[in-house]
């Protein structure tokens, strides 16, 4: 009895590895993380490597993988990658844009660090097509719009 009980709970354990998906929010069809936390491109970075190090990880952890990250629906695996960082661990890319979560982003679909010009530039939330994501602004409202 025992023994079945432990070949069950193995099957059932989660897959290793980090999760890349594709969630709806309102800045569109944007990438998550396992934990559905939003991924971010940093415009700083280059070539397709990461110039956030030292206190800009704090705040903008990188999405790390130990082997190669998995492509999960909407999320193209051909696009998904990995760099080594300075440290030696391997950070997931889409599109050739290494991925980050922001620190204050504490629950799934917050999209906290949308726009922030931290470290030396700004920080977008990264589309399915591998885009940065761009709050729209409001339309106004009154002065006339819409009447004849």
């Not at 190669?68 to 193209?76: C, H, M, N, Q, T």
């Not at 990658?81 to 979560?101: C, E, F, N, W």
Request: charged letters at 20%.
């Amino acid at each position: 009895m025992f023994a079945a009980v432990a070949v069950r709970g193995a099957a059932a354990a989660p897959s290793s590895g980090t999760v890349v998906r594709v969630a709806k929010s309102g800045l569109g069809r944007m990438l998550v993380d396992g934990r559905g936390r939003t991924l971010y491109l940093f415009e700083a970075d280059r070539n397709g490597k990461s110039a956030c190090s030292g206190s800009c990880v704090s705040f903008w952890p990188p999405l790390v993988a130990k082997g190669k990250p998995k492509a999960e629906s909407g999320v193209s695996a051909r696009m998904l990658g990995t760099i080594k960082r300075s440290d030696g661990r391997m950070q997931v890319t889409y599109a050739g844009h290494p991925l980050y979560t922001f620190s204050l982003d504490t629950r799934a679909g917050q999209t906290k660090g949308e726009g922030l010009n931290d470290f030396g530039a700004h920080w977008y939330a990264v589309g399915a097509t591998g885009r940065k994501l761009v709050k729209r602004a409001a339309a106004p409202s009154g002065y006339g719009y819409g009447r004849s």
